[in-house]
């Protein structure tokens, strides 16, 4: 594993925790200028109550004209399968991910 650092400007940066040992640098994507018909992946990490919080953000999405897809992560202890990756990576636009307690 490595980390990722990404870049949001000259004083900031987005760090990946999963690892320190060889931290790589990327570019932040540009954020839409709207969602309106794009599909927004929801990814619910599978800690108590992020569906509670998932479904208010996808009635709000919907009302703005997002279409969603759900999907969830089989356990908050691990990343995402790969497939499940794959899966969102092909089919969303913009992914947001979620978790509480």
């Not at 200028?33 to 990490?45: E, N, P, Q, R």
């Not at 759900?70 to 990576?89: M, Q």
Request: charged share 25%; aromatic share 4%.
């Amino acid at each position: 594993m490595t980390t990722t650092m990404t870049t949001i400007n000259t004083s900031r940066f987005v760090l990946d925790p999963t690892s320190q040992r060889n931290p790589s640098q990327r570019q932040i994507l540009a954020r839409p200028s709207s969602l309106k018909g794009l599909t927004v992946g929801l990814l619910d990490i599978s800690k108590a109550r992020g569906d509670v919080f998932l479904d208010q953000l996808e009635r709000r999405l919907v009302g703005v004209g997002a279409t969603v897809k759900r999907y969830r992560k089989p356990t908050f202890t691990k990343p995402a399968p790969v497939d499940l990756r794959h899966e969102i990576a092909i089919s969303c636009n913009v992914v947001i991910e979620a978790l509480a307690d």
